[in-house]
C-alpha cells in the first residue's frame, strides 16, 4: 500500500501481485480476491480503465458467492470510481448507492459517510447542485474527522441546502 500512496504503481502491482499469488498458495482465497482489488486500483490510476473494471467485477462476482457484504460494498464503491473513469456516470452513481445502502445496514458510518461524498462529488459535476449538497452534508455529517476543505464544504453544502428548503 505505501507504494501505492507514493504512486510507484508498477511496483505496488508487481507486490500486489506477488501477495496474491502467496495468498492462493495459502488457500486464502479473500485475501487473493482482495489483493485483487488492488491491482484493479492500480490499473485505474495508470488509465487502464477496461483492465481495471474486469478485475473488480471478478472480485465482486467472489465476495458475491462468499457473501461478504462488507467487501461487496468496498468493491462496489471502487467500481464507481472506474465507472466515472470510464465517463458511465450512471452506473458509478448505481454502484456508490448500492454501496452506501449496504455501509450503511452495516453501520459501516465512515464508510457509508465516504460513499455519500463520492456520490455527492458525481451529481455536482453533473450540475445537480442541489442534491450533490444534500449528500454532503448528509456525508459531512457522519465523518468523525473533518479536513479543511470538508469543513469549508459541510458550511457551504448546509448554506446550499436551506436556501432550497421553503
Avoid at 490510476?45 to 462468499?66: I, P, R, Y
Avoid at 465517463?87 to 457509508?112: C, H, T, V
Avoid at 451529481?123 to 447542485?129: I, L
Amino acid at each position: 500500500m505505501q507504494l501505492f500512496q507514493k504512486r510507484e504503481y508498477e511496483a505496488a502491482a508487481k507486490v500486489f501481485d506477488q501477495a496474491k499469488q502467496a495468498y492462493l498458495e495459502a488457500d486464502d482465497d479473500i485475501m487473493a480476491s482482495e489483493m485483487k482489488v488492488n491491482i484493479a486500483l492500480v490499473h485505474r490510476e495508470l488509465g487502464e480503465k477496461q483492465q481495471a473494471l474486469d478485475l473488480m467485477q471478478e472480485a465482486l462476482k467472489f465476495f458475491k458467492d462468499k457473501n461478504d457484504q462488507l467487501r461487496i460494498a468496498q468493491v462496489l464503491g471502487n467500481m464507481g470510481g472506474v465507472y466515472l473513469a470510464l465517463q458511465d456516470k450512471e452506473q458509478a452513481a448505481m454502484a456508490y448507492r448500492e454501496a452506501a445502502d449496504i455501509f450503511i445496514e452495516l453501520g459501516e458510518k465512515e464508510l457509508y459517510a465516504d460513499t455519500l461524498l463520492a456520490l455527492g462529488n458525481l451529481q455536482v459535476r453533473e450540475g445537480k447542485f442541489v442534491a450533490g449538497a444534500s449528500l454532503y452534508q448528509v456525508g459531512l455529517g457522519d465523518k468523525q474527522q473533518l479536513n479543511l476543505r470538508q469543513r469549508f464544504m459541510k458550511r457551504l453544502s448546509g448554506f446550499i441546502t436551506s436556501m432550497t428548503v421553503f
